[in-house]
């Protein structure tokens, strides 16, 4: 379907992860409904590691894999894509724009807007690049948290931004790949924002909010207070080092300690195990083996402590545990962990819920899904993008939006 601006109304989020590629399709109706028309996925079979390609050949076919699912349950042809991106490379930091109103009645219009932001772009490495750079608010001669400083007179204007970036390079990997088997790439976004656009509503943006997504090879976060983003990160730690640690810990194959965090895992040291055993029947050239119960959830809950402890000390350094009010939002296929929330519950002393997107039609039972959330956030991405190019193209300016 094209819209009045040549455009097509379907729109794709494709996260390629380090478990699974996953893929999913939505869809503008004429009055600006978001509708979910299919998901795919498919296995990354190894081409991916903490969120990064290392095999463009496996990840290919992963890809092409979850593309074709998608299309054949939404019954559309993919030709674009947004992209998530992550990796311990992508850093997140608060920066500040000035800008003098020269005008001669010192009236504020949007050339002057759009050059304040402009001034707010940091001056990065050569290898470094920019993938977001996301408004908090505008100052006016000295008055802070200005939301519309349009049509004020003013001889000095000031904005607060976050800008998230990466390594060039890095950013670019994945989007070769995905151009090599000729789908565009519309847009590039950072997961930890694609997260955060499926699960935070306005009033948790303004309330304040931290959203972890706990994924298989990273673990993305975000923090928005005051209606805006005020600071990410990405960590080098997910699910697929909990299973390492479950097999080294257990002498277990990788698939054994897979299977035994899946059916048998806990995020807490659950009293009512203590003395119960698990029997695994034996694979191929491998003993059969009994494993203590009471013992995996000890190595768990070692990995996952540790994994809160770092997203909390690094949060506690910035001074932000006190601006978040609205608690703790999980998504990412590490938020099925049972009693994952009662952990994070007692390390950041916060309440605690799975993330999940609360606003849209079609799908209802993938939305419920907190493995989705980036990919669903990035078809959100694309609504975001495609409204502020109609608000570009009508003269109005769309990276005001910028949430």
């Given at each position: 379907m094209i819209d009045m601006f040549g455009r097509s109304k379907i729109i794709v989020g494709l996260e390629i992860g380090t478990s699974k590629v996953r893929a999913v399709v939505g869809e503008l109706d004429d009055d600006g409904n978001l509708n979910f028309l299919g998901v795919g996925k498919a296995s990354s079979r190894g081409s991916v590691r903490k969120g990064e390609i290392i095999n463009t050949d496996l990840a290919e076919q992963a890809i092409r894999e979850a593309l074709a699912d998608a299309e054949e349950k939404a019954d559309i042809e993919i030709g674009s894509v947004y992209l998530g991106v992550t990796g311990t490379h992508i850093?997140?930091?608060?920066?500040?724009?000035?800008?003098?109103?020269?005008?001669?009645?010192?009236?504020?219009?949007?050339?002057?807007?759009?050059?304040?932001?402009?001034?707010?772009?940091p001056q990065l490495p050569a290898d470094q690049d920019v993938l977001h750079t996301v408004?908090?608010?505008?100052?006016?001669?000295?008055?802070?948290?200005?939301?519309?400083?349009?049509?004020?007179?003013?001889?000095?204007?000031?904005?607060?931004?976050?800008?998230?970036c990466g390594q060039t390079t890095r950013i670019q990997n994945p989007v070769r790949v995905v151009k090599g088997l000729g789908i565009e790439v519309e847009d590039v976004a950072f997961n930890g924002r694609a997260c955060a656009l499926a699960t935070v509503t306005s009033h948790l943006s303004e309330q304040g909010v931290l959203v972890i997504d706990l994924g298989a090879g990273t673990t993305e976060y975000?923090?928005?207070?005051?209606?805006?983003?005020?600071?990410?990160?990405?960590?080098?730690?997910?699910?697929?080092?909990?299973?390492n640690d479950i097999g080294v810990g257990l002498k277990l194959s990788h698939g054994r300690a897979?299977?035994?965090?899946?059916?048998?895992?806990?995020?807490?040291?659950?009293?009512?195990?203590?003395?119960?055993?698990?029997?695994?029947?034996?694979?191929?050239?491998?003993?059969d083996k009994s494993v203590r119960v009471g013992h995996l959830h000890q190595i768990m809950n070692a990995r996952l402590d540790e994994l809160f402890h770092l997203v909390r000390n690094r949060l506690a350094q910035e001074k932000l545990l006190k601006k978040i009010h609205g608690g703790v939002l999980l998504t990412g296929g590490g938020a099925h962990t049972p009693?994952?929330?009662?952990?994070?519950?007692?390390?950041?002393?916060?309440?605690?819920?799975?993330?999940?997107?609360?606003?849209?039609?079609?799908?209802?039972?993938?939305?419920?899904?907190?493995e989705y959330t980036a990919a669903i956030g990035l078809v959100k991405y694309?609504?975001?993008?495609?409204?502020?190019?109609?608000?570009?193209s009508c003269g109005l300016l769309g990276w005001l939006v910028g949430r």
């Open positions: 850093k997140g930091f608060n920066n500040r724009g000035v800008h003098p109103i020269a005008s001669v009645d010192r009236e504020i219009d949007e050339d002057d807007i759009r050059k304040v932001v402009q001034n707010a772009q408004r908090q608010h505008y100052g006016v001669d000295g008055q802070e948290g200005v939301e519309s400083p349009v049509g004020r007179l003013a001889s000095r204007l000031e904005v607060e931004v976050h800008v998230v975000t923090v928005y207070f005051n209606g805006s983003l005020r600071h990410s990160g990405v960590l080098g730690v997910g699910g697929e080092h909990v299973s897979e299977k035994l965090k899946l059916e048998y895992g806990s995020a807490i040291i659950n009293s009512n195990v203590v003395g119960r055993t698990v029997n695994f029947s034996s694979d191929v050239g491998l003993d009693q994952i929330d009662v952990l994070c519950k007692r390390i950041f002393k916060m309440d605690v819920i799975a993330g999940r997107d609360l606003s849209e039609n079609g799908l209802n039972n993938i939305l419920d899904q907190p694309g609504v975001q993008q495609m409204g502020q190019r109609r608000k570009a």
